[in-house]
């Protein structure tokens, strides 16, 4: 097999445009990335916690926000990611792929203004609910044009390009954060916020540049536009046979599908779509129960209270090992498939959480006032250590490749209304995580107070994880958006999905069909 990644002998025209193309569009990860990794930082700034604190005191005896405002700030971004996800499908099919993003990134200025300007908790946290809106948005489309546009022999890989463009918001965010906290001004959180700025006129910039997707065109009736679109994107004549061929069975799924009703999102909800459908909710939500962004949304209060002094510091160490893991991943996708890498990242994250929260719970305890005693510093590295290894299983595994199966297994009918489901049900899962951690976390009336063992949870969610790819995931490597359609129709279970061969194209069906001839393997909507 070798180990590096080839194109396939025999495919005709460039693959380098639709990569590039890709990986661009991934840029907008950043925005996704930064965002989320900014508001850690913040909660932990002095000068932020003195200017927005309605009055209450911590037990350092220092002006604070309480537990309920740090949820509310914390949680409402991902509030507003979760309507920005479910409006995502109308806007993306109405104006299309392109300009769906352009418009999402405007709106996620407008929160960042918001931010920016604001002196007070009422102001900024609407600020990230429009941040959040335009999140969700361009968080559910950049999949969906990532998915229509790239060769299928590396799709997986720039498909979890975006996850990597996510790890180095984070990354950003963490270095800017580390070097912004100490100002005792407003500049110590204007500065990290504003940032965002560039990185919104970037992706503006250049998807004013970019084409529409070819089966965005192809679902408007497009042709003309389609064919110059992939053309452009393959680097070869317009007459081309393999542009002909390759749009002439994008136009036959498309036409086969239409032949069997108009899509609404209650098409979603039959037959193998609901599976499919089912299998991407979970995908994403399970992504979220395995703990990650506690630790990007709380991590350094959450270092900070268990007794290290530079938990900004360390913070910026687990954003490294998150970014740097990404790679192996993206690796992995295309070289060994979907299934067995989610299945071993999970037995990977699982293993890890747990001996982090036996660290954690086994070594520490709490005084009156709630402060963390660490009785055994060694112990407290090692389940740092931990964390970082949790991490780079996540990143190598679950981080880019939810958003790949995702972005690979609806029909072009439903596939903008199926992704911005599934994408709702990660943030979804992640407000509900950023809104319950503080109370789940943190020492006081009301508060759980569950510090380390808190991991005992992850842990658990990262055990259902493996069970959950061993029976539900289907191995989608080297298939066309096509051929998905088809493995899902013929192979009833996931496990018999390795090593599936496709026999018919959705051409040969359409001809078929012509000749009355019943198509064999593929199901119809009164099935679905």
């Excluded at 097999?1 to 840029?27: C, D, H, N």
């Excluded at 679109?229 to 007459?239: D, G, K, T």
């Excluded at 090992?321 to 990977?348: C, E, Q």
């Excluded at 070594?363 to 055994?376: C, E, F, L, P, R």
């Amino acid at each position: 097999m070798g180990l590096m990644l080839r194109k396939p002998e025999g495919t005709p025209g460039k693959s380098w445009p639709a990569i590039l193309i890709g990986l661009f569009v991934a840029f907008g990860g950043v925005l996704f990335g930064y965002d989320t990794g900014t508001i850690s930082g913040i909660l932990a700034m002095k000068y932020w916690d003195r200017e927005f604190s309605t009055g209450y005191i911590d037990s350092d005896g220092n002006l604070n926000i309480t537990a309920s405002q740090s949820a509310t700030i914390v949680s409402i971004l991902s509030a507003g990611t979760f309507f920005g996800a479910l409006t995502a499908a109308p806007i993306a099919d109405a104006i299309g792929r392109r300009f769906g993003l352009i418009s999402s990134t405007l709106i996620f200025i407008f929160g960042v203004v918001l931010q920016t300007a604001a002196t007070a908790i009422p102001l900024f946290a609407a600020g990230r609910f429009f941040a959040g809106f335009g999140v969700g948005l361009i968080s559910a489309m950049i999949p969906l044009y990532q998915s229509e546009t790239a060769p299928k022999w590396i799709r997986g890989v720039i498909v979890g390009s975006y996850q990597l463009a996510i790890t180095i918001g984070l990354l950003l965010a963490s270095i800017v954060n580390n070097a912004t906290h100490d100002r005792n001004d407003t500049g110590s959180y204007r500065i990290p916020i504003a940032v965002q700025f560039a990185w919104a006129i970037i992706l503006i910039s250049g998807m004013l540049i970019l084409p529409d997707t070819p089966r965005y065109m192809i679902k408007r009736n497009n042709l003309a536009a389609a064919t110059k679109a992939l053309a452009r994107i393959r680097r070869l004549p317009e007459a081309d046979p393999a542009v002909t061929e390759e749009l002439a069975e994008i136009q036959a799924n498309h036409e086969y599908e239409l032949s069997l009703g108009k899509a609404t999102y209650l098409d979603c909800f039959k037959g193998n779509l609901l599976k499919r459908l089912l299998t991407g909710c979970l995908l994403q939500a399970l992504q979220q129960l395995t703990g990650i962004n506690f630790i990007f949304y709380y991590g350094t209060q959450f270092f900070k209270n268990s007794g290290f002094h530079n938990s900004f510091v360390i913070s910026l160490i687990t954003n490294c090992v998150n970014t740097a893991s990404t790679l192996p991943g993206l690796y992995a996708i295309d070289k060994w498939g979907r299934r067995p890498v989610l299945f071993w990242g999970a037995v990977g994250m699982c293993i890890s959480q747990f001996l982090v929260a036996i660290l954690g719970t086994t070594t520490t305890s709490q005084d009156a006032a709630g402060n963390i005693i660490v009785h055994n510093l060694a112990a407290q590295k090692a389940a740092i250590a931990f964390i970082c290894i949790y991490i780079f299983f996540f990143a190598a595994s679950w981080g880019p490749i939810a958003w790949v199966v995702t972005g690979e297994i609806f029909p072009l009918k439903v596939r903008a209304k199926s992704l911005s489901m599934t994408t709702a049900s990660n943030w979804l899962l992640n407000w509900a995580i950023a809104y319950s951690t503080p109370y789940l976390v943190n020492y006081g009336p009301g508060d759980a107070n569950l510090q380390s063992k808190i991991f005992f949870i992850w842990g658990g969610c990262c055990f259902i994880c493996i069970a959950f790819v061993y029976f539900i995931i289907y191995e989608t490597k080297g298939l066309t958006l096509e051929q998905v359609d088809e493995l899902y129709a013929e192979v009833s279970d996931a496990r018999q999905s390795v090593g599936w061969v496709p026999t018919t194209t959705f051409r040969e069906i359409q001809e078929g069909e012509k000749k009355g001839v019943e198509p064999a393997g593929v199901e119809t909507t009164q099935d679905v």
